[in-house]
């Protein structure tokens, strides 16, 4: 915008000037509250007419976000410090709040105070684990219990799952483990039977046959002696066909040596590796494989399917860029704004109501600049 050399000015001019000024700060007060509130569609970009082009905001952010919210499982952004960024409708729900009351709380209050430090463990920088089992306490006192899965990770923000867990799931949970570790030597059946636990298969079928990994035992020359359903569903192969196979000829090439160093492995501890296997359709599923001795000589690997977290991460990956973009441009926008005002600031002729407005429009392009730079901080390349 052009303005007159001298320190006078026309005061017509000077309230159409003002009024211009009101204008672009309401046009771009519009367009971030229709981002906000996810009214937009598109976007036409480029620096020319030859190379515009519309890019497409529903593809990468409202059916995601549209999912996130419908979803029966919660769902928490947090910063590195463990504040609530984003929550959605079913994590509210289970803290007994509305989601735009745990902006900015912290979880671990949320949290019963023993296990407040495995969500430390989550937001260290490298987590030692990618899911915990915590105690939930919601606002009028109640508990729950729930696993929380880390879904992804970046240098500020950390998604998390939460997932409630039934009393029968907690149950199951804690049988697995116990039998992985060879703390179980029998099951009692019926309040007197003792029944040992080569001859309880089917208690033992059906609470591995609940988890959400993939189990898989393998025998001492290599062949799956066991599988369960989720690792049947992961590779979509028929359980019957996976029994006696060779796990190795499962994974990909490139990987198998990785897989071979983790059967090889001795000692009474865990060890993981990440590979990919191939489905009996041709595709392949990127895994991360736990592989622990169990006492007859048999290995136990759980099997955790990474492709749906690496599909997360590199959508979260690619809004942060377009919102990186839009702050850029924004900047653009509000920059002869800024301008303008300070200009106006230095005439000397203005009366007090116009000076009045012009403090306004100072303001409120402070608040707006400060805002940019907040939604540039969620990807500071751009």
């Avoid at 591995?208 to 066991?226: F, L, P, S, W």
Wanted: net charge negative; hydrophobic share 40%.
């Amino acid at each position: 915008m052009n303005f007159p050399a001298s320190s006078t000015m026309d005061p017509e001019a000077l309230e159409q000037q003002i009024e211009s000024l009101k204008q672009q700060l309401e046009d771009a007060e519009e367009l971030r509250h229709a981002i906000t509130m996810g009214s937009v569609d598109a976007f036409v970009v480029g620096e020319s007419e030859d190379s515009k082009r519309v890019l497409l905001l529903s593809g990468a952010y409202a059916r995601y976000r549209q999912l996130v919210e419908e979803m029966q499982q919660g769902a928490l952004t947090m910063s590195r410090s463990g504040e609530i960024m984003f929550s959605n409708h079913a994590f509210a729900e289970l803290i007994g709040v509305r989601p735009i009351d745990l902006f900015r709380v912290p979880l671990h209050s949320y949290l019963a105070p023993s296990d407040r430090p495995k969500l430390d463990g989550l937001l260290a920088p490298r987590p030692g684990q990618s899911e915990v089992t915590a105690t939930l306490r919601a606002r009028d006192g109640a508990e729950r219990r729930v696993r929380m899965s880390l879904v992804s990770v970046n240098d500020d923000f950390i998604t998390l799952l939460v997932t409630p867990l039934s009393h029968d799931e907690e149950v199951a949970g804690a049988t697995v483990e116990a039998i992985r570790n060879g703390s179980v030597d029998a099951l009692v059946v019926g309040g007197d039977q003792v029944v040992m636990l080569d001859s309880a298969q089917r208690f033992y079928q059906a609470a591995v046959e609940r988890m959400q990994q993939g189990v898989v035992i393998i025998g001492a020359y290599g062949e799956i002696a066991y599988a369960n359903q989720r690792m049947s569903s992961m590779l979509a192969m028929g359980k019957e066909r996976l029994l006696s196979m060779s796990l190795e000829k499962l994974v990909v090439n490139g990987d198998r040596g990785a897989l071979q160093s983790l059967l090889e492995a001795r000692g009474g501890t865990s060890s993981q590796a990440q590979v990919r296997l191939r489905r009996s359709d041709g595709q392949v599923v990127t895994a991360l494989i736990t592989v622990t001795a169990m006492a007859d000589g048999q290995k136990m690997c759980l099997v955790s399917d990474l492709s749906l977290q690496k599909r997360h991460e590199a959508t979260d990956e690619r809004t942060r860029k377009f919102l990186g973009m839009m702050a850029h441009e924004f900047r653009n926008i509000l920059g002869p704004v800024r301008h303008s005002v300070d200009y106006l600031k230095r005439v000397e002729s203005l009366d007090p109501e116009s000076r009045k407005m012009v403090e306004i429009v100072d303001r409120q392009t402070q608040r707006l600049l400060a805002l940019v730079e907040d939604l540039r901080s969620i990807n500071p390349k751009e």
